[in-house]
């Protein structure tokens, strides 16, 4: 799984039990909604998972592109990292600054919806 770090912001928080151990920074993908674990939690144990609302710096697709800010960017769950590829990507919110094709992190307000 990804570690992605919260910059800022003020997430939403859902209430998840995952059936195996989460760690905190995993993005999770649950149907269509990306979520993001801010702390640890046990495999059958109540936690939370950030639902949308934060802004967070994490791993980006090197050589798909770049991007612009605001662009809409997507959740690349085989390869834990964000994209701007949509295909069965899912989409994780918006690029905050551009991105150039070669960089390997980016920042991305979380709206996934």
Known sequence: ??????????PLMVDHTPASAVT???VLVLVDSVRVAHLDIEAGRKGALAAGGGVYEGPKASG???WSDGDTIYWDDTNDR???TAGANKIFG?????AADTDTTAIVQHRPN
């Not at 570690?3 to 003020?10: A, E, I, M, Q, R």
């Not at 918006?94 to 551009?98: E, F, N, S, T």
């Open 82 to 84: 964000f994209t701007a």
């Open 94 to 98: 918006l690029a905050v600054g551009d």
């Open 1 to 10: 799984m990804s570690d992605l770090y919260l910059k800022h912001g003020d």
């Open 64 to 66: 798909d592109g770049g």
């Open 24 to 26: 905190a920074g995993d």
